[in-house]
Nanobody
Framework: QVQLVESGGGLVQPGGSLRLSCAAS????????MKWYRQAPGKEREWVAS????????LYADSTKGRFTISRDNAKNTVYLQMNILKSEDTAVYYC?????????WGLGTQVTVSS
């Protein structure tokens, strides 16, 4: 069955970096665009970044542009989110999302906490 498993979250100080991974299985990963979303306590889930099937095209939310980088390795069925210059407002549960015409699927999320 379809699975998306996020990892790499944790506690980091402001200004620090983390790299999130999302391992996919149960579908043809290279045919599906992937996205990262996040949800902070008491707030709605918000889109963070998207990447096309080949990885050539990426998009970012204004709040993360220039600090976050989305990438993918189709040989490893994995999508990544490199997060740099982290701020307290980046604290959230981060989710990966598989998005195609025939597949809409969420991972369970990984917690990122930015605090001194």
């Amino acid at each position: 069955q379809v699975q998306l498993v996020e990892s790499g979250g944790g506690l980091v100080q402001p200004g620090g970096s983390l790299r999130l991974s999302c391992a996919a299985s149960g579908f043809t990963f290279s045919s599906v665009a992937m996205k990262w979303y996040r949800q902070a306590p008491g707030k709605e889930r918000e889109w963070v970044a998207s990447i096309s099937t080949t990885g050539r095209n990426t998009l970012y939310a204004d709040s993360t542009k220039g600090r976050f980088t989305i990438s993918r390795d189709n040989a490893k069925n994995t999508v990544y989110l490199q997060m740099n210059i982290l701020k307290s407002e980046d604290t959230a549960v981060y989710y990966c999302y598989a998005d195609s015409s025939s597949l809409k699927y969420w991972g369970l999320g990984t917690q990122v906490t930015v605090s001194s």
